[in-house]
């Protein structure tokens, strides 16, 4: 696929306000810095992405289970952790025009007026600070999580002696993280409030390299297989001195944003640091006895950690396409049909009585198996174009003869065809062409 057009991020912010996928938040009030909420199509697809990550990851494997923990904790966890002590950016100030920059993201110079007067970088901690109770005081103070990751840290021994699992095995989590990020932009590729798909698998620490090539490879086909073409996908092995200090290789899945290549997922062999931390913090034992071997090790770690609201960007960016219909541009969502916000419309071919009670049934029928967009008002060829704008991947129009022959009309998004079907076999028809 050629390159993104430089604008193509400006017409997918667009489309999502239009559309109802993503809106900035508090908008009445002129918006709070850099927060989105997701509207009516945007939690459709952003629950789809969570649900094909939790299918993959989850669903479909014997030795992965999930959890979801809570976003607070004791400030324990993360002392522990390290991300009391290491969580941080290096913070710049322009001196200039007092604009606020992470040191790492310019090189030297203030982005927005372009003075070089810019203060020392100091260590700046992202986490959101909060009290719990109603007393203000610094003994009360607690973390929202920066990652979904450390739940499973903590919770590893309670997995580990009720759910019958043995490394290899891993535990899954999806949820909200919270990061006080310096410069978040760039739409929903780095807000301050954002949403994990995480997997931490433990395994014998003789096993970790193998896992971790394991873990790349799988994770790499996971967003092929969703329909990220190839040329917009690659993986980049973090150099040592790029490698946090725990861990000893980690490769990023990086998407080609019209911006440039940037991350999409990391993937990290994080040795036995976490386990290790919280046993030496909390007093517990944390491992793992095997009694075949009659050993004892604290397992390794491979974390593959993606976001999922920078992945639905992304499948977003992938998916935009414009072609040419009857001398007319459309604009067509080519998202993979388990991504669809929408995978079937019901569309009644005009707004008479006479078809409305046979379009409804149609819907009844459709309606317990997918989400079905109905919608009956303006011309069937603008109806479609709604539908193909916010991917639906097949349209069942009613229509006058549907009263005598009990038959519609399946009208593909991509092929544009068009096929007539009984209502009868409608349901086993749209599952086999959606695959589901
Ligand atoms: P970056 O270098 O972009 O700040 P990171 O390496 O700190 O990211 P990780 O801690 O590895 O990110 O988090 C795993 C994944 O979580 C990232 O690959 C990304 O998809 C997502 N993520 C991290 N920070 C944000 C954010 N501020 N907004 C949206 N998604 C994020």
């Given amino acids: 696929m050629a390159e993104p057009a430089p604008e193509l991020m400006e017409t997918i912010v667009n489309l999502c306000k239009r559309r109802g996928f993503v809106f900035p938040s508090s908008e009445i009030y002129g918006g709070f810095r850099s927060t989105y909420d997701y509207g009516p ?28 923990a809570a976003i607070l904790s004791s400030p324990k966890v993360w002392e522990a952790s390290g991300h009391l002590a290491n969580f941080t950016d290096p913070l710049v100030d322009c001196r200039s025009c007092k604009e606020r920059w992470r040191a790492d993201h310019i090189e030297g110079t203030c982005p927005n007026c372009g003075s070089t007067d810019l203060t020392e970088a100091r260590e700046f901690n992202m986490m959101f600070q909060t009290f719990v109770g109603p007393v203000q005081e610094t003994t009360n103070v607690a973390y929202f999580r920066p990652e979904t990751a450390q739940g499973m840290f903590v919770n590893f021994m309670n997995v580990l002696n009720t759910s019958r699992k043995k490394p290899p095995f891993g535990i899954a989590q999806t949820g909200k993280s919270f990061r006080n990020e310096i410069t978040p932009g760039n739409f929903v590729f780095r807000t301050r409030e954002f949403e994990q798909m995480e997997l931490e698998f433990f395994v014998p620490p003789a096993d970790a390299d193998r896992w971790f090539g394991y873990w790349t490879t799988e994770r790499m086909n996971w967003y092929l297989d969703l329909g990220i073409p190839a040329d917009w996908l690659r993986l980049r092995a973090h150099e040592s001195e790029e490698l946090s200090h725990y861990s000893s290789a980690t490769s990023d899945v990086e998407f080609r944003y019209p911006w440039g290549w940037g991350e999409l997922e990391g993937i990290a062999n994080r040795g036995d640091f976490d386990l290790s931390a919280h046993a030496a913090a909390s007093g517990e034992r944390i491992e793992y006895f095997d009694q075949a071997t009659n050993e004892r090790y604290v397992p390794h770690v491979i974390e593959p950690a993606a976001g999922a609201t920078r992945a639905m960007m992304a499948f977003l960016l992938a998916a935009y396409d414009t072609d040419v219909v009857n001398d007319e541009t459309r604009t067509v969502l080519r998202l993979d049909p388990r991504l669809a916000p929408y995978k079937v419309a019901v569309l009644p071919l005009s707004k008479k009585d006479t078809l409305t009670p046979t379009a409804r049934e149609v819907l009844s029928l459709v309606q317990p198996h997918w989400m079905v967009d109905y919608d009956e008002t303006q011309a069937i060829g603008r109806r479609y174009r709604r539908q193909d704008e916010i991917g639906t991947p097949l349209c069942v129009t009613v229509d006058f003869d549907t009263l005598e022959d009990k038959a519609v009309t399946i009208r593909d998004r991509d092929t544009l065809a068009q096929v007539r079907v009984p209502i009868d076999e409608l349901v086993d028809t749209l599952r086999s062409r959606l695959g589901f």
Avoid: H, P, T, Y
Avoid at 50 to 59: E, L, P, Y
């Fill in 41 to 68: 199509l945007g939690v459709l697809l952003l629950r789809n992405v969570k649900d094909a990550w939790w299918r993959s990851m989850v669903q479909l494997r014997e030795d992965v289970v999930g959890i979801d």
